[in-house]
């Protein structure tokens, strides 16, 4: 924030933090708890916390406090996973820290002084919520207060339900004038490690517009500050001009206002129960849903009618409000404020009665915020009237009005008085059922979960899907803006509108009674519960310019948040057509949304028609919901998005990524956390519930895990109690190439349970991708489901299970972690670097295995596709004596060692691998031997069995993987990874087009992308395995760099990393190759260590690739003595293209002369030579792809 420029150009005290750019920068509201813009999201008076804290101070008096921060991966589980402004880790936000002992605490955050909010401003702000109460019944609440004159006034407050992830606050403030401030706070209790952050606050229409400097148009009039506003805002109860000069008495006399500051001014409440009840937000307390002020004063001591919710046995009727009698009239009209909260079955509904008919005017139902909604009605009515006004508060909400404001059009009746209907009679049902309209109740639970209950299926008829025919089907406008969606019918043809729907009724956009500026929002009645699955399909129409859009989101009441699920941009020219909307598999209850926002006086239309739901009910059962094999060329079989979180998968045929497994042209699913607006935890694909099966079956799939900053990828079978369990996972890059995997899925028939055998539940499979990292892409493709268990795994990282290895002997292997720090063991595993990793391990101290005792480790019988194959892993013997580890191969019931270890340098992980020529299948056996110590224990970890010999150490090609070379995945180290991939050419992971080893685009070599590591001096290492002491060595290796010389700050370095250490062998500068590039480099350390490969950058960033190949590491010997080729430059690309040309061009020429010559001299018998008397070289590839 010290660099952040305030008040450049000395204004005035009063017209700083005022919402308005009075500097020509802007830099008078910088500082303000807001800046004047973020360059991240596009907004103006904003704080993202990316450049400081925008002024925002900690308040707090006890060690529970609010600091600046970043998330950390390391701490997955317990605070943000990113920022919410960019996704990432790197990403700042404000958050609260608390001491370590739970002591109970409040934290306070308040902006610095802010001035003169228009009665249109709107903060939205993210927050996100985390601590071991998420699932508790009685949580922590975050709470945004104002604090201006002399009291403080609530805001808003966290729903009572809350969730992991960011979620978004919307609150409005009212009219406020002169100085006023915000304050955050968060009480944590005694026994409860509450974490909250925040990021992302941003302030919406509350500044007042300047003078105008032109006339005001035909519907406007003057305020007094020189701004124009519309004829019909002019004594509305707000004051909208900012000097109050459309509110003043002068202007407004001829009007009539109550404000029920002192009684109800002659309007009726009617006593019974439930009724209308006048009392303020001081005496009422702090409720969820009750207005925590007035809409007059905006205050806590203001009064408003109030109605709150029966109890659940009460009764359902209205509590009814009704005016004096007034004569007949065409220009009455009524403006009044409202406020629904915390119900989505809350209803006010306004009507004029006369004494032979009553009817609704307006009718507002479900949960509008916790704000005062401005509506307004005009009265046309032939006869005397009375305004009648209606509230019923659904369970847990509240209805409540304020300023009701009558036209000088509503002259009161003295002669003919208007008596009102009496109250409806109960309903032949209870309050928690709902009557058929055949007859009968329901419970109300069974009314819109997408199957009929009813015998005539009533209780799915006002549920959202309709043709619009005959009503709005269950829809039911919820906008608080100038915009509003309702009913609009068409006779004739419209050139706009009819272009995508047919003449008729539809939902259309049109001018709303609302003071806010805001999208127009409808809503469905309470849905749920629906399948997997369920999709919502409509026909639509817009024509807007590509500031309107209309979209479908989802309203989750379980998690308390809303996720968007479709949408579309205005063109400037008329769009629309039929989509399918998924919803997936959701319980109840949730809603679905409609948001739309166009600017109505250009011409601009929404319209909406012939909404259905598709394969919703859960009895509904999808023809493809056992079609668990597929390869995604049509459609995703029996695989579905879940909803959850908004984090998706996508089927596409690959942006840059790469292509499919299946035909290399075809479709894919996949995963890309860097998404624009993806701040989802996870993203998970799941089948529907599945019947049980009483044999095991092989879930097979191929997968791709690219990219720099890559996350986690799991294979977890959920079970329909809740239990869950993740069958197979992998963390990290495996290169821009396919991989093959293999999962067992359990037999499901029966369980044995307290002796008894029951049926398992249902079951599902899922596929879920964490976003851990967030520089990368993950790809799935070809999944085939076959009977019988799956053979031994290739690969196992013992995160998911022990992948089939069977202990046996005195001792025991177990899989462990050591996340408490206290486990006999290492103190992290190979494959995640962390202490959550997993890994085998046995104990080998004398009280667990005896001197000369064994533990044995069998693995499943491997079948081999080749003659010889690789068995590389990963084990670590603790210090002292641990005993020794031996490595057989069984076959044919013999076997035979093949490796023995009894010592380790070091106390890292090592290396080991054996090359296999079996002859059939074959199974590994680790033996553990105990040493007699008092302690001790040997771990395995990371087994990987290969086609092809073993590789010599820390030498490779990369043809078949990266032989051991790997980038280090401590999240803590905010590290990045070195890929893998081949020649071919690749968008989003950039390289050389051919490798070094072939020659070809088929060839592989590892790379890296220079330009994610930005400025400051980050680094991307790739790490060989721990290599034994050197005396005289020599490391030879070809590298490729695509860097142009005036964006080179960085450098490629080899280092040697030991014991004593790190010191450089060998760097250059970033610079552009002329293809591969040789380079060797002598190696000699007196203790074990690592080789190193380091990209790093300097103060600028380093834009391109770099690339390594063909790496050859000789032990003891010389460079001088192991070098059998000279060092050479290796051509690429275009130059390789022309040398092929020309030596073509060259061949033809010699082939003609050969012909010509062979012609003239065959009489003379010279053309006779064989082939092997040539002298010439034979080779043209050899030509080609050498020097």
């Given at each position: 924030s010290g660099s952040v420029v305030v008040n450049s150009?000395?204004?005035?005290?009063?017209?700083?933090?005022?919402?308005?750019?009075?500097?020509?920068?802007?830099?008078?509201?910088?500082?303000?708890?807001?800046?004047?813009?973020?360059?991240?999201?596009?907004?103006?008076?904003?704080?993202?916390?990316?450049?400081?804290?925008?002024?925002?101070?900690?308040?707090?008096?006890?060690?529970?406090?609010?600091?600046?921060?970043?998330?950390?991966?390391?701490?997955?589980?317990?605070?943000?996973?990113?920022?919410?402004?960019?996704?990432?880790?790197?990403?700042?936000?404000?958050?609260?820290?608390?001491?370590?002992a739970k002591t109970a605490g409040m934290a306070w955050l308040r902006s610095p002084d802010m001035q003169e909010a228009a009665a249109t401003?709107?903060?939205?702000?993210?927050?996100?919520?985390?601590?071991?109460?998420?699932?508790?019944?009685?949580q922590p609440v975050l709470r945004l207060d104002m604090a201006y004159g002399d009291e403080v006034v609530g805001l808003w407050q966290s729903p009572e339900r809350s969730s992991k992830g960011w979620h978004q606050l919307v609150t409005y403030l009212g009219r406020v004038t002169g100085q006023f401030q915000l304050i955050f706070s968060l009480a944590q209790p005694a026994a409860c490690g509450a974490e909250v952050a925040l990021d992302d606050i941003i302030f919406r229409n509350c500044g007042f517009?300047?003078?105008r400097q032109q006339d005001c148009g035909a519907q406007e009039k003057n305020c007094s500050r020189g701004s124009c506003l519309a004829q019909h805002r002019f004594c509305d109860g707000t004051d909208d001009c900012g000097d109050s000069s459309d509110e003043s008495l002068e202007e407004c006399k001829v009007f009539t206002n109550c404000s029920f500051e002192h009684d109800l001014c002659g309007w009726e409440a009617e006593d019974g129960s439930p009724s209308w009840d006048r009392n303020t937000s001081l005496n009422l307390g702090t409720s969820y849903s009750i207005p925590t002020r007035d809409h007059s004063s905006n205050s806590r001591t203001g009064f408003f009618l109030h109605v709150g919710s029966a109890p659940a046995a009460g009764t359902s009727s209205p509590a009814r409000l009704s005016s004096p009698s007034f004569k007949a009239t065409n220009s009455c009209s009524l403006v009044l404020y409202c406020h629904l909260h915390g119900s989505a079955t809350s209803t006010l509904s306004i009507s004029y009665v006369t004494n032979t008919t009553q009817n609704l005017m307006r009718e507002r139902t479900g949960d509008l915020g916790s704000c005062w909604v401005r509506e307004r009605v005009d009265f046309k009515v032939t006869e005397p009237f009375r305004v009648l006004i209606e509230g019923v508060a659904g369970s847990g909400g509240t209805v409540a009005i304020d300023d009701l404001i009558l036209s000088p059009g509503c002259e009161q009746e003295q002669e003919t008085p208007v008596m009102l209907p009496g109250r409806a009679g109960a309903g032949s049902c209870p309050a928690d059922q709902v009557a058929c309209g055949s007859g009968g109740c329901v419970a109300a639970e069974l009314v819109c979960d997408f199957a009929d209950t009813c015998a005539d299926g009533s209780d799915e008829k006002h549920c959202g899907a309709t043709t619009f025919e005959t009503g709005a089907g269950g829809w039911h406008d919820v906008s608080v803006g100038r915009l509003r969606w309702a009913l609009q019918t068409l006779t004739e043809p419209d050139p706009f509108l009819t272009v995508f729907l047919c003449p008729g009724t539809f939902l259309t956009l049109q001018e709303g009674e609302g003071q806010m500026v805001d999208a127009a929002k409808a809503r469905t009645p309470l849905l749920g519960p629906s399948s997997p699955s369920c999709a919502m399909e409509m026909s639509y129409h817009i024509h807007s310019d590509p500031q309107g859009f209309l979209a479908v989101s989802i309203m989750d009441h379980t998690s308390g948040t809303t996720q968007l699920a479709w949408h579309t941009q205005g063109r400037g020219s008329p769009a629309g057509g039929h989509v399918r909307v998924p919803l997936g598999e959701r319980s109840r209850p949730f809603q679905v949304e409609l948001l739309a926002l166009v600017d109505l006086q250009s011409s601009a239309s929404v319209g909406i028609d012939e909404v259905t739901f598709q394969q919703c009910s859960l009895s509904e059962v999808s023809p493809a919901a056992a079609e668990l094999s597929c390869n995604f060329e049509r459609d995703m079989c029996g695989w579905y998005q879940d909803h959850s979180s908004d984090f998706k998968w996508v089927r596409s045929m690959g942006q840059g990524q790469g292509t499919d497994h299946t035909t290399g042209s075809g479709y894919f699913l996949s995963v890309d956390p860097s998404a624009p607006w993806s701040r989802g935890q996870r993203a998970q694909l799941i089948t529907s519930r599945q019947e049980p099966a009483a044999s095991p079956r092989c879930l097979s799939f191929w997968y791709r895990l690219a990219g720099p900053q890559i996350g986690t990828m799991n294979l977890k079978l959920q079970l329909e109690g809740g239990e869950e369990k993740v069958l197979w996972t992998r963390r990290g890059t495996q290169g821009s190439i396919w991989h093959r995997a293999w999962a067992t899925l359990p037999a499901t028939g029966q369980q044995r349970y307290r002796g008894c055998l029951t049926p398992w539940p249902g079951w599902q499979v899922a596929f879920e991708v964490l976003r851990d990292g967030f520089l990368g892409d993950v790809g799935l493709d070809d999944v085939a489901l076959t009977a019988g268990p799956c053979g031994a795994e290739l690969s196992c990282s013992f995160e998911a299970e022990g992948c089939g290895l069977a202990a046996s002997g005195r001792g025991t292997w177990q899989r462990q972690s050591n996340v408490t720090g206290t486990a006999a063991g290492p103190a992290a595993d190979h494959t995640t670097g962390t202490a959550a990793g997993h890994y085998m391990v046995v104990s080998t101290g004398r009280g667990s295995l005896p001197a000369g005792h064994t533990a044995v480790l069998t693995s499943?019988?491997?079948?081999?596709?080749?003659?010889?194959?690789?068995?590389?892993?990963?084990?670590?013997?603790?210090?002292?004596?641990?005993?020794?580890?031996?490595?057989?191969?069984?076959?044919?019931?013999?076997?035979?060692?093949v490796l023995s270890v009894s010592t380790m340098e070091g106390s890292g992980w090592n290396h080991g691998h054996v090359t296999v020529q079996p002859d059939g299948d074959w199974q590994v056996v680790f033996e553990a031997v105990g040493a007699g110590a008092d302690h001790g224990y040997i771990a395995l970890d990371d087994l990987h069995v290969s086609d092809g010999a073993c590789p010599k150490p820390a030498s490779c090609d990369f043809e078949q993987d990266?032989?051991?070379?790997?980038?280090?995945?401590?999240?803590?180290?905010?590290?990045?990874?070195?890929?893998?991939?081949?020649?071919?050419?690749?968008?989003?992971?950039?390289?050389?087009?051919?490798?070094?080893?072939?020659?070809?685009?088929?060839?592989?070599?590892?790379?890296?992308?220079?330009?994610?590591?930005?400025?400051?001096?980050?680094?991307?290492?790739?790490?060989?395995?721990?290599?034994?002491?050197?005396?005289?060595?020599?490391?030879?290796?070809?590298?490729?760099?695509?860097?142009p010389e005036h964006l080179s700050s960085g450098e490629l370095r080899v280092t040697l990393q030991s014991t004593t250490g790190q010191r450089t062998l060998w760097s250059v500068a970033g610079h552009h190759t002329r293809g591969w590039q040789s380079c060797v480099v002598p190696?000699?350390?007196?203790?074990?260590?690592?080789?190193?490969?380091?990209?790093?950058?300097?103060?600028?960033?380093?834009?391109?690739?770099?690339?390594?190949?063909?790496?050859?590491?000789?032990?003891?010997?010389?460079?001088?003595?192991?070098?059998?080729?000279?060092?050479?430059?290796?051509?690429?690309?275009?130059?390789?293209?022309?040398v092929v040309l020309g030596l073509l061009l060259a061949l033809i020429v010699v082939l003609l002369l050969a012909a010509g010559g062979w012609y003239w001299l065959k009489p003379r018998g010279v053309a006779g030579r064989t082939s092997a008397e040539s002298e010439g070289p034979q080779g043209f590839d050899n030509i080609t792809f050498r020097d």
């Open positions: 150009c000395s204004s005035a005290a009063e017209q700083l933090c005022n919402f308005v750019c009075d500097c020509s920068d802007c830099s008078d509201e910088n500082q303000c708890g807001y800046l004047r813009g973020s360059a991240a999201l596009g907004t103006t008076f904003t704080c993202d916390f990316e450049d400081g804290d925008c002024g925002w101070q900690d308040m707090s008096t006890s060690t529970y406090r609010w600091v600046r921060g970043r998330a950390s991966p390391a701490v997955w589980s317990t605070g943000p996973h990113s920022d919410h402004t960019v996704g990432t880790d790197l990403g700042w936000f404000l958050v609260t820290v608390s001491p370590p401003c709107e903060i939205r702000a993210w927050y996100h919520l985390s601590g071991s109460w998420l699932n508790e019944t009685e517009p300047g003078p499943q019988p491997y079948q081999p596709s080749v003659p010889i194959q690789c068995l590389a892993f990963w084990y670590q013997l603790s210090a002292g004596t641990p005993g020794s580890l031996g490595v057989f191969v069984k076959q044919s019931g013999t076997q035979r060692k990266m032989c051991g070379w790997s980038s280090p995945l401590d999240p803590r180290l905010h590290g990045f990874a070195w890929g893998w991939k081949s020649g071919m050419p690749l968008a989003k992971y950039p390289g050389p087009e051919q490798d070094h080893t072939l020659g070809t685009r088929n060839g592989h070599y590892v790379h890296f992308d220079t330009s994610v590591l930005g400025a400051g001096g980050t680094s991307a290492l790739l790490e060989s395995h721990p290599l034994p002491a050197a005396t005289e060595s020599c490391l030879r290796f070809w590298y490729h760099m695509d860097i190696v000699q350390s007196p203790s074990g260590f690592q080789i190193i490969f380091e990209i790093t950058t300097g103060r600028w960033p380093m834009e391109g690739t770099v690339a390594l190949d063909d790496i050859v590491y000789s032990a003891g010997m010389s460079c001088q003595s192991s070098m059998q080729e000279p060092v050479e430059e290796k051509p690429s690309g275009s130059f390789v293209t022309q």
